[in-house]
Nanobody, 124 residues
């Protein structure tokens, strides 16, 4: 069983930055690929980016490339999402999720554990 707790959300103006953290319980964190998803108001939850269990592989969607950076510290059981140059369309609830696999998936249903989410609001 893995428990995930996100933190770091908030409200910023367009162009600003936020750093989200996701702390995980469990002794085998390095065997879990991690994904960050977001859900905008009235929309479905969507994949934003992911990082392999080892931390050596990452995948970014086009909306995240060049602005967002994912990293992890397996010694601290924590994954981070650095978001720069934020846009109003980045607004939503951000969720971290863990797979019982070390490889990244873009598919929501292939993630086994979810955090409670943290709100990010970007104003223009």
């Amino acid at each position: 069983q893995v428990q995930l707790v996100e933190s770091g959300g908030g409200s910023v103006q367009a162009g600003g930055s936020l750093r989200l953290s996701c702390a995980a319980s469990g002794r085998t964190f390095s065997s879990n690929a991690m994904g960050w998803f977001r859900q905008a108001p009235g929309k479905e939850r969507e994949f934003v980016l992911g990082i392999a269990g080892s931390g050596r592989g990452t995948y970014y969607t086009n909306s995240a490339k060049g602005r967002f950076t994912v990293s992890r510290d397996n010694a601290k059981n924590t994954v981070y999402l650095q978001m720069n140059s934020l846009k109003p369309e980045d607004t939503g609830v951000y969720y971290c999720a863990a797979r019982v696999s070390a490889t990244i998936s873009l598919r929501l249903y292939e993630y086994d554990y979810w955090g409670q989410g943290t709100q990010v609001t970007v104003s223009s």
